[in-house]
């Protein structure tokens, strides 16, 4: 497949002086430093930021939009942790504790597949009584009900569960055995913010950031792919928003395993004690962020707008501040909305395509990889382009 390259070069008259030199090292195709990162994020000329990140998008990707056609499943939200920031997760006894049977889970799967997913998409709490078998069941239910669904399952955190709690064997070991039953990606999140002493505020007990890693090397090391995240807007610093993306820059170095970069911001609706009274972080911030985000990560291809968290509108904007994918479909939002997030729960392809369109962007669905499976018409009118790009 040969891309378009499409590429806008910078107006540096349009770039503060003290951005210049940045500016510069991305045009010049050289890394940033962590400082640089700095000077970003404490940046307000938000117009300048998203041209130095618009010229590292369009470099990686071109004009292209990219989403994917997905199916989100919660098996159960009953946790063995209880997360500060979380809103989701319950104790058995708990009104809102929910689990699903796997009969549940297949029934919804194949109404998905009707519709043309080509993932789900399956994250639950570290759950207390769950057993092993019970997992390799449904993967392998999963995996039977179409061999070509991709099953993109588990934090790295669920990971570690599974592996010291339910399988009681080695992280590599517990890996293969799922990828077996039908695992194809493992999910990004639990992430969160990788500094230890604010781990111990908005997640004490979590994994720590050596071990989510140590998660995502090993699968990798495997020649697995997987996503990274970002949880911000809390109670962090952009020090260490900074240091968060240093650590995950220089696993990708040592892999190359990362498909996309998906960062969320925190949503405070139903938040107490240290992370009681913390505004939402704002449209600008959000904006910032992203494109920080896509300047500083050289070497993560995509960069991916989480609509749940920042809405359709202003997903549809960030096109020009360094993001190339507004994620998926999704079907059915629960973590974000059970934290009180406002948006849908699920977009239809139509809507996507016509944000990406109107952003001035070709839409283009995706695998889970990010590799293009069906390009559609810029065209005015919409209608679809025979599938030119086939590689899923
Ligand atoms: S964030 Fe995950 S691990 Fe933490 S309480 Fe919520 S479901 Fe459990």
């Known amino acids: 497949m040969v891309r378009k390259v499409f590429t806008r070069g910078m107006n540096y008259q349009l770039i503060p002086k003290e951005l210049r030199s940045v500016a510069e090292k991305v045009e010049a195709q050289r890394r940033i430093s962590d400082a640089d990162a700095l000077a ?14 618009n010229a590292v998008r369009e470099r990686k990707n071109g004009n292209y939009a990219t989403y ?65 078998d019970w997992y390799l069941e ?21 990971v570690r569960h599974l592996a010291q709690r339910v399988f009681k064997l080695p992280i590599r070991d517990t890996l293969e055995i799922l990828r077996a039953a039908g695992l194809g990606s493992i999910t990004g999140g639990g992430a969160e913010i990788f500094d230890p002493a604010v781990r111990d505020k908005i997640c004490r007990g979590k994994e720590t950031a050596a071990e989510w890693l140590d998660v995502h090397r090993t699968w990798h090391s495997m020649g697995g792919r997987s996503t990274c995240t970002m949880l911000y807007g809390h109670i962090e610093t952009i020090a260490h928003r900074v240091d968060h993306l240093r650590q995950l820059r220089q696993l990708q ?41 896509r300047i500083y990560l050289d070497n993560i291809d995509h960069l991916t707008a989480y609509w ?28 974000f909305h059970m934290a009180g997030a406002t948006t849908p729960q699920q ?46």
Do not use: W
Request: proline share 3%.
């Open 253 to 293: 170095d040592e892999t190359g395993g990362f498909t996309g970069f998906v960062p969320f911001a925190f949503e405070p609706s139903q938040s107490h004690g240290v992370l009681a009274n913390i505004k939402r972080a704002s449209a600008f911030e959000q904006l910032r962020n992203l494109a920080v985000s």
């Open 347 to 392: 977009q239809t392809i139509a809507a996507l395509e016509h944000a990406i369109r109107e952003a001035g962007r070709v839409p283009v669905q995706r695998d889970s990889h990010y590799r293009h499976v069906l390009q559609r018409s810029s065209a005015q009118n919409g209608a679809p382009e025979k599938a030119a790009l086939a590689c899923a």
């Open 40 to 53: 970003l994020y404490e940046s307000s000329d938000l117009n300048a930021l998203g041209m130095i990140a």
């Open 138 to 158: 449904l993967l392998q239910r999963l995996r039977a009900l179409d061999p070509q669904l991709h099953i993109k399952a588990f934090t790295a955190i669920e």
């Open 68 to 132: 994917i056609h997905n199916r989100y499943i919660n098996y159960s939200n009953i946790c063995i942790l209880s997360c500060q920031f979380c809103a989701f997760a319950a104790k058995k006894r708990d009104a809102h504790a929910f689990e699903y049977a796997i009969d549940e889970i297949i029934r919804v799967v194949k109404e998905a597949l009707a519709l043309g997913v080509t993932e789900v998409h399956m994250v639950g709490g570290l759950h207390p009584s769950l057993k092993k």
């Open 308 to 335: 749940v968290s920042l809405g359709l509108p202003l997903a549809q904007v960030s096109l020009s501040y360094g993001v190339d994918d507004l994620h998926g479909t999704i079907l059915e939002e629960k973590i």
